[in-house]
């Protein structure tokens, strides 16, 4: 549909206040920097940007914010994803309306659709809306999986372009990209598989540790792609340590504390989620400091 989705696209994280309202102004700035860092996309309204505590209207607004802070320079991917097929189709329309350049699905959360309802769910939404879609698979976090058949027969329908894989299990990862045409974009969903997945074929990463280190996420995908596969291969493991540090604190906390130490946007999670614990805190920024990315 006009659109390769590659490179290194950056979860967005939501910027905050202290009222946890949205910080338009934090979102411009933090895609200009991110912008300024290399990246090859963003991507708005996912699972690190706290899409699950965003009312509608807030998504919506969101999308809209980011669209015009891009301004073209690079494409704006938002999360659509709901329980139900109706909703989901709902929120993709908005998305579209917006000026998003494609959305993101996560499988539905709570019920437990069979495959067979998943394809059916899928491809109802891509009949609907004329937009890019890319598939989300994050069973850890839905209870959901995406198998590899299911999603070859997805990828066969047109604006279906790719699937992001956060499931962690590097042989699924493979079978998506060994079961789909060449022009499906696989794409790592797991900081510390970006390289592994490129390797398989993959085309690139939606990572959360984007936001904190985007030049060194950029760095792995560059290098990898200019056959630097052992400076690329060092970089992977200079990331490993930020991305393990998500056991730090509840998830999305680790990776706004860590901007907030940095001085970027990102404010508070929204509650119940709280920062660390000053003991964790502290071992966050040794994290930062060991990969240069705050002073000693």
């Given at each position: 549909?006009?659109?390769?989705?590659?490179?290194?696209?950056?979860?967005?994280?939501?910027?905050?206040?202290?009222?946890?309202?949205?910080?338009?102004?934090?979102?411009?700035?933090?895609?200009?920097?991110?912008?300024?860092?290399?990246?090859?996309?963003?991507?708005?309204?996912?699972?690190?940007?706290?899409?699950?505590?965003?009312?509608?209207?807030?998504?919506?607004?969101?999308?809209?914010?980011?669209?015009?802070?891009?301004?073209?320079?690079?494409?704006?991917?938002?999360?659509?994803?709901?329980?139900?097929?109706?909703?989901?189709?709902?929120?993709?329309?908005?998305?579209?309306?917006?000026?998003?350049?494609?959305?993101?699905?996560?499988?539905?959360?709570?019920?437990?659709?069979?495959?067979?309802?998943?394809?059916?769910?899928?491809?109802?939404?891509?009949?609907?809306?004329?937009?890019?879609?890319?598939?989300?698979?994050?069973?850890?976090?839905?209870?959901?999986?995406?198998?590899?058949?299911?999603?070859?027969?997805?990828?066969?329908?047109?604006?279906?372009?790719?699937?992001?894989?956060?499931?962690?299990?590097?042989?699924?990862?493979?079978?998506?990209?060994?079961?789909?045409?060449?022009?499906?974009?696989?794409?790592?969903?797991?900081?510390?598989?970006?390289?592994?997945?490129?390797?398989?074929?993959?085309?690139?990463?939606?990572?959360?540790?984007?936001?904190?280190?985007?030049?060194?996420?950029v760095g792995i995908y560059e290098n990898y792609i200019k056959g630097e596969i052992e400076k690329a291969r060092e970089l992977q493991f200079k990331l490993l340590p930020l991305r393990?540090?998500?056991?730090?604190?509840?998830?999305?906390?680790?990776?706004?504390?860590?901007?907030?130490?940095?001085?970027?946007?990102?404010?508070?999670?929204?509650?119940?989620?709280?920062?660390?614990?000053?003991?964790?805190?502290?071992?966050?920024?040794?994290?930062?400091?060991?990969?240069?990315?705050?002073?000693?």
């Amino acid at each position: 549909m006009g659109l390769t989705v590659k490179g290194v696209i950056p979860a967005l994280v939501t910027p905050l206040d202290q009222d946890e309202n949205i910080d338009e102004k934090g979102i411009r700035e933090l895609i200009d920097y991110l912008i300024d860092s290399g990246v090859h996309g963003v991507f708005v309204c996912g699972s690190q940007g706290e899409g699950y505590a965003l009312r509608n209207e807030e998504k919506k607004r969101i999308i809209e914010v980011a669209v015009d802070a891009a301004n073209g320079r690079i494409p704006v991917y938002a999360g659509t994803g709901a329980i139900t097929t109706k909703e989901t189709i709902e929120a993709c329309k908005y998305a579209l309306d917006a000026g998003a350049d494609a959305v993101s699905i996560i499988t539905p959360y709570f019920i437990r659709p069979s495959q067979e309802e998943l394809y059916n769910h899928y491809r109802s939404i891509a009949e609907a809306v004329d937009i890019p879609i890319l598939l989300y698979n994050n069973p850890g976090r839905t209870g959901v999986n995406l198998e590899a058949e299911t999603v070859r027969r997805l990828a066969e329908i047109d604006n279906i372009v790719g699937i992001k894989d956060s499931s962690g299990d590097l042989t699924l990862t493979a079978e998506y990209i060994y079961y789909s045409p060449e022009e499906f974009s696989v794409i790592a969903g797991r900081d510390s598989l970006i390289l592994a997945t490129l390797l398989y074929g993959g085309k690139g990463a939606i990572a959360a540790t984007a936001n904190v280190a985007p030049k060194l996420v950029v760095g792995i995908y560059e290098n990898y792609i200019k056959g630097e596969i052992e400076k690329a291969r060092e970089l992977q493991f200079k990331l490993l340590p930020l991305r393990t540090a998500f056991n730090l604190g509840t998830f999305p906390a680790v990776v706004k504390e860590a901007m907030n130490l940095l001085g970027r946007p990102s404010g508070p999670a929204r509650k119940p989620i709280t920062s660390l614990t000053e003991e964790n805190r502290e071992k966050l920024k040794l994290i930062l400091r060991d990969a240069g990315l705050l002073e000693r």
